[in-house]
């Protein structure tokens, strides 16, 4: 099946395989996928151009929030939160500057 991602509006980014990125402020987005989630911790910055661009914290320890506990995120999982994160980013036109 072939991978197929909307953007809901200018803070929402989903696919077709089941994970949704949404801006939730200024300095927060929320990852979902099947029911769990991850929050990390954004800023933005303006450019020489006063363009803003964004850096997008990672945090120390990467846990699933869901309803029945939290637990850890695989490092190959994380790999491919981060580029589901830049992908979201590209299509709303939101320029990262640093993941950190």
Do not use: C
Not at 24 to 31: N, V
Not at 37 to 51: N, S
Request: hydrophobic share 35%; proline share 2%.
């Amino acid at each position: 099946m072939e991978e197929t991602i909307k953007t809901i509006n200018d803070k929402t980014v989903e696919s077709s395989l089941n994970w949704r990125i949404d801006i939730l402020s200024i300095d927060s987005l929320q990852y979902t996928e099947r029911g769990k989630t991850i929050k990390l911790e954004i800023e933005d910055r303006p450019d020489e151009r006063g363009e803003l661009e964004w850096i997008i914290h990672l945090p120390k320890n990467w846990t699933w929030n869901n309803k029945n506990n939290d637990e850890s995120v695989t490092t190959e999982k994380i790999a491919e939160i981060l580029n589901r994160i830049s992908l979201a980013f590209w299509k709303l036109d939101m320029k990262i500057k640093e993941i950190v």
